[in-house]
């Protein structure tokens, strides 16, 4: 009896063996048959849908699988990543994905490559690019910095950065061969943004107003126009001027000896601490917080000229 009670314990293990084994037989044949048909185009559009039904941004996406933070996912990452998300995939289509979203195949997934498999139409060498050239102009001007304690930069993403002691983020673009800043409503050129923002620049600009005393007789004409005046400070926002030199013709400190150079010095100097009416909160950029958004959609408005075209300048200094 007992002998009879073990074997049929035996062919009930070996059954539920049996059903199990064939049903994850079946699960595989599915897969198998849904890969056949596998579409990556159609798979990216899912995955897109997806991120945006969350709420999310594709950067968030990645930061998310990329847990040590050093921009590059391996393939392993991320399909175990993509897998333990709620997004419906399976590992056969993961594998197919992760090959082609590793497009230069050493095994690891940037973030680029990352954005360029979901956004096939972006140019990801160009978009590199562009990111390559503002990091390479940031760091450049920021190097500038002779604080005891350098000047903080730190590069969020490819146009988004962290100034200085503030937490904000700001966005960064080339405008013109000029890299420019998100203040407020506005754009201001790195350099003048720098001057503002960095404590031995804000120092040097003290040198420089001491000179345009000297050496320009309209100083406190123009200064008083521009109290009153926030025209002066809005036209320059709609036409970045060569001052802030991209290409460094001086450092701030020093005195600057053509006379474009120095109406651009009076330019940037008024719209700091000559303007004490345009002052916001004393924020060190409290002056582009004013603006209205009036001004703002304008300049967003503002198409972007083809590049060599002359400058523009704003009234006062003509
Ligand atoms: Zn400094």
């Known amino acids: 009896m007992a002998q009879l009670l073990h074997r049929w314990q035996q062919l009930w293990l070996l059954a539920l063996d049996r059903q199990y084994r064939l049903e994850t037989a079946l699960q595989r044949l599915r897969e198998l048959e849904e890969f056949a048909h596998f579409d990556f185009g159609v798979w990216r559009k899912r995955y897109m849908q997806w ?3 969350m709420k999310s941004r594709v950067l968030d996406v990645f ?11 391996s393939q392993r990452e991320f399909i175990e990543g993509v897998l333990a998300s709620k997004f419906p995939t399976n590992v056969l289509e993961m594998n197919a994905v992760a090959t082609i979203f590793d497009m ?4 690891f997934i940037d973030y680029y490559e990352f954005v360029s498999a979901l956004h096939p139409n972006r140019d ?7 990111a390559d050239q503002i990091q390479d102009e940031v760091n450049r001007q920021v190097a500038q910095c002779n604080c005891a304690k350098r000047f903080q930069v730190e590069q969020i993403s490819a146009n988004r950065y962290r100034f200085g002691e503030s937490q904000q ?3 960064v673009r080339i405008l013109r061969s000029t890299l420019m800043v998100r203040v407020g409503g506005g754009w201001i050129a790195l350099d003048e943004f720098l001057v503002k923002n960095d404590p031995c620049r804000v120092k040097g600009r003290t040198n420089l107003k001491i000179n345009e005393k000297y050496l320009s007789p309209d100083a406190f004409g123009t200064a008083a126009r521009c109290a009153g005046n926030q025209s002066a400070a809005s036209s320059k926002v709609l036409s970045p001027s060569r001052s802030n030199s991209s290409l460094s013709l001086y450092s701030s400190a020093s005195a600057p000896s053509s006379p474009l150079a120095r109406k651009s010095v009076l330019r940037r100097t008024r719209s700091g601490d000559r303007c004490p009416r345009s002052r916001g909160s004393g924020l060190p950029d409290g002056a582009e917080l004013q603006f209205s958004a009036a001004e703002e959609s304008l300049a967003a408005a503002l198409p972007e000229p083809p590049e060599g075209s002359p400058p523009e300048r704003c009234s006062p200094c003509r």
Request: hydrophobic content about 25%.
């Open 104 to 107: 230069n195949g050493d095994g």
């Open 63 to 73: 930061r998310g699988i990329d847990r040590d933070q050093d921009g590059r996912i």
């Open 169 to 171: 983020l700001r966005m």
């Open 124 to 130: 990801p060498l160009r978009r590199s690019a562009d």
């Open 51 to 53: 991120i945006s039904q």
